[in-house]
Each structure stands twice: as structure tokens, then as C-alpha cells.
């Protein structure tokens, strides 16, 4: 038998999605993040909860 091939199994899937409506502005916004970190437009969202989420449990 041939080994499984693909990717390796993440021990963090991310297995939820949420659907949001944003704004042109608010695009305009996630997209020059995105343009000057490198990071995709999910890391740079999920950067944010993480900021926000430090934040409140200061």
C-alpha cells in the first residue's frame, strides 16, 4: 500500500467559517494590510480577534 499523500493533518484545523459583510472602506483597509504584511486576508482577520481578545482580558 502506497503512502497517503496530501497534506499532513493540522493540529489546529480550521474546520468553522464565518461569512461577514464588510464595507469598500473596510476592504480598502484589509487589503492594504494585507498588500503590506504578506499575510492572507484570514491571518491579518484573525490577528485582529487575537488583538482584541488581549485587550479585554487585560
Do not use: W
Not at 468553522?16 to 504584511?37: A, F, G, N, P
Not at 504578506?38 to 491579518?44: M, N, Q, R
Not at 482577520?45 to 482580558?57: A, D, H
Amino acid at each position: 500500500m502506497s503512502p497517503r499523500n496530501g497534506r499532513p493533518p493540522s493540529k489546529n484545523p480550521k474546520i468553522h467559517e464565518t461569512r461577514i459583510r464588510m464595507s469598500d472602506d473596510d476592504i480598502e483597509k484589509l487589503e492594504y494590510c494585507c498588500q503590506v504584511t504578506g499575510f492572507t486576508k484570514a491571518d491579518v482577520i484573525r490577528k485582529g480577534i487575537s488583538k482584541v481578545y488581549e485587550e479585554l482580558k487585560k
